[in-house]
């Protein structure tokens, strides 16, 4: 069992999102002590992410299912989570994350758009049988140039 695990629905590789959520995984993990921590990038799934049966893919969904705290992260399309997300996290089983504490971090441009993405991804994540927190982080613009400092300024208000 993992402790910690980020999964990424970004559709592009090394996104502002991704080093966010990657920053904020590390800084839990290493909160927990010895905690182990494990990242799912969805653009590394490429194609295999819409093949039945792709090893990668299966692979990203055991981690995601053996995660003790799962932090989901995505960007906002159009007023949602991305749809790459969706299709990972549509082929989990239904209740496939009871008993797993979920944290929602969602990027934008402006702050509407992330409390409305973020609000959709949260009740995503209880659909799926996630204990989800009271408040996921969402991050726009300008704070997207630390994300170190958000991810740190965000774990001192969970961990509070």
Known sequence: MTDVVVVCGHPQPESRTLRLATALGERIAKSRGDATFVTVDVSALGP???????GATGEALMEVQDATLLI???PTYRGTYSGA?????DQLPANALAGVLAV??????IQPQANNA???LARLLRELGADVVDFGLTAIGPELADPVA????YTAALIA
Request: aromatic fraction near 4%; glycine fraction near 4%.
């Open 48 to 54: 295999g992410l819409m093949t039945p049966d792709d």
């Open 72 to 74: 989901v992260a995505t």
């Open 85 to 89: 997300l969706k299709v990972l996290l």
């Open 104 to 109: 929602p971090v969602v990027t934008a441009d």
């Open 118 to 120: 973020e609000a959709f």
């Open 150 to 153: 958000v991810a740190d300024q």
